[in-house]
């Protein structure tokens, strides 16, 4: 991996840990000379993960929308920064700028994000892996529903499996390194068979 797109806050969350973990992170990607790619922002985790990133030595690139940059939110001191016109190329320039995405806290911005990349990994779009960062539990109650949708068929066991989640960097990290994408079609009938695609009648 040489570079890792992390999705995660532009607001800080009320524990300090979320912080903290994010700063952990950027440390983390830093040393083991890993380029970090996000959001842009000097607000909230997102500030917080680049500075980090920065102060340790890493390169930090942000990919951010011209209306965030005219919102004043975009960081001023990163390795580089794209300027692109709307979420949607947002969100395809930092997949294509990345080998693995990770994601820390946040709230409906960075859960629209990863479950975009791990739909595309699905659909086999993609052979990236990706990964939460589970601090203080906070994605505890997404993994039970990843866990209910494969229960009631609605998720194959192994595209269950393509969303590792680990509470500490190097052990995310591992989990990504050793991650194979799945050799299975997305559809399958209500017993778990696989579904016969073909034309609708």
């Given amino acids: 991996m040489r570079a890792v797109c992390v999705f995660c806050g532009s607001n800080p969350g009320r524990r300090p840990e979320y912080v903290a973990g994010a700063a952990s992170l950027a440390r983390f990607l830093a040393g083991r000379g890993i380029r970090i790619v996000y959001g842009g922002a000097h607000v909230g985790i997102m500030g917080a993960l680049a500075d980090a990133g920065l102060a340790a030595g890493a390169e930090v690139v942000g990919v951010i929308p011209q209306h965030l940059v005219e919102a004043e939110v975009a960081h001023p001191g990163l390795t580089e ?38 739909t595309w990994s699905q659909l086999g779009l993609h052979a990236k892996p990706a990964g939460l960062l589970n601090l203080l539990g906070y994605f505890d109650d997404l993994l039970r529903f990843l866990d209910h ?9 192994e595209h269950r499996r393509l969303v590792v989640a680990e509470p500490e960097p190097a052990a995310l990290l591992a989990a990504l390194a050793s991650w194979r994408p799945p050799g299975s079609q997305k559809w399958m009938n209500a017993d778990g068979s696989d579904l016969a695609l073909g034309r609708h009648p």
């Fill in 81 to 118: 920064l794209h300027v692109v016109g709307s979420m949607h190329e947002r969100k395809a320039l930092m997949a294509r700028l990345s080998d693995a995405f990770i994601a820390l806290p946040g709230g409906l911005g960075m859960l629209e994000e990863v479950a975009e990349v791990i």
């Fill in 149 to 157: 949708a494969e229960a009631e068929r609605f998720l194959r066991p």
